[in-house]
């Protein structure tokens, strides 16, 4: 059984339960996808299955011909996995491989917000907002070092592109599933805009409440 598979943001909602409660949901288009190559250790040192997601009309020969009596797929994604007996080539995957109440991780390309100074991208407070200063409230103050390095050190937050790249969001609960239309409901917001290209894949990490949280849960009663 494949860990994961592609899809798509489709946009966000929301649900009601029986109780009246609303429940933020993002709708996600899961599958189908092809498995359009089989990686063994034998061939390329390691055994892993590729697979493919959304068809289109736009591909190179190169392309084509890797994906030959296959649909013309145009996002391809490699799995590690030690298990590729259970698949084959052209063997088509969907959003069945996930149930309500499953747990799930979801990977893909975040919002590209552009130039952003050191307030918006990493929350500094900024400068003080007296004694005359009036240029350098969001400015970051002074990034380097006195003698000794004596030069601003490497990964010092500083302002830079923000956003536009891979963010995974962990533990989103599966709400509902609609086999039918490959559509997947998760809890809470995904990475990325409408239509961005995602991995949804099993959780790999377990929620776990601390000792602290679930003391104070008991004294709240």
Same mark, same amino acid.
């Given at each position: 059984?494949?860990?994961?598979?592609?899809?798509?943001?489709?946009?966000?909602?929301?649900?009601?339960?029986?109780?009246?409660?609303?429940?933020?949901?993002?709708?996600?288009?899961?599958?189908?996808?092809?498995?359009?190559?089989?990686?063994?250790?034998?061939?390329?040192?390691?055994?892993?299955?590729?697979? #493919?997601?959304?068809?289109?009309?736009?591909?190179?020969?190169?392309?084509?011909?890797?994906?030959? $009596?296959?649909?013309?797929?145009?996002?391809?994604?490699?799995?590690?996995?030690?298990?590729?007996?259970?698949?084959?080539?052209?063997?088509?995957?969907?959003? !069945?491989?996930?149930?309500?109440?499953?747990?799930? @991780?979801?990977? !893909?390309?975040?919002?590209?917000?552009?130039?952003?100074?050191?307030?918006?991208?990493?929350?500094?407070?900024?400068?003080?907002?007296?004694?005359?200063?009036? @240029?350098?409230?969001?400015?970051?103050?002074?990034? #380097?070092?006195?003698?000794?390095?004596?030069?601003?050190?490497?990964?010092?937050?500083?302002?830079?592109?923000? #956003?536009?790249?891979?963010?995974?969001?962990? $533990?989103?609960?599966?709400?509902?599933? @609609?086999?039918?239309?490959?559509?997947?409901?998760?809890?809470?917001?995904?990475?990325?805009?409408?239509?961005?290209?995602?991995?949804?894949?099993?959780?790999?990490?377990?929620?776990?409440?601390?000792?602290?949280?679930?003391?104070?849960?008991?004294?709240?009663?």
């Amino acid at each position: 059984m494949a860990e994961g598979l592609l899809g798509k943001k489709v946009g966000m909602a929301q649900l009601f339960t029986e109780k009246g409660e609303v429940i933020p949901v993002t709708v996600l288009e899961v599958g189908p996808c092809f498995v359009t190559q089989i990686k063994t250790t034998e061939k390329d040192g390691y055994t892993a299955v590729q697979m #493919g997601f959304s068809e289109t009309k736009r591909l190179s020969k190169p392309e084509r011909g890797h994906l030959k $009596n296959l649909p013309q797929l145009k996002n391809l994604r490699e799995v590690r996995t030690g298990n590729i007996a259970n698949f084959q080539v052209g063997q088509k995957l969907n959003v !069945g491989l996930f149930a309500a109440g499953d747990l799930v @991780d979801v990977t !893909g390309i975040s919002k590209g917000k552009g130039h952003a100074g050191v307030v918006k991208r990493h929350h500094f407070s900024g400068g003080k907002k007296t004694h005359g200063q009036s @240029d350098r409230m969001r400015r970051p103050g002074s990034s #380097g070092a006195t003698t000794t390095p004596g030069r601003v050190l490497r990964g010092l937050r500083m302002a830079g592109q923000m #956003g536009n790249k891979p963010v995974t969001t962990l $533990n989103l609960e599966v709400v509902t599933v @609609d086999a039918e239309r490959n559509l997947l409901a998760v809890k809470g917001a995904v990475p990325g805009t409408k239509d961005t290209v995602l991995f949804v894949r099993r959780a790999r990490k377990e929620k776990k409440i601390s000792t602290h949280q679930s003391t104070s849960k008991k004294e709240k009663k």
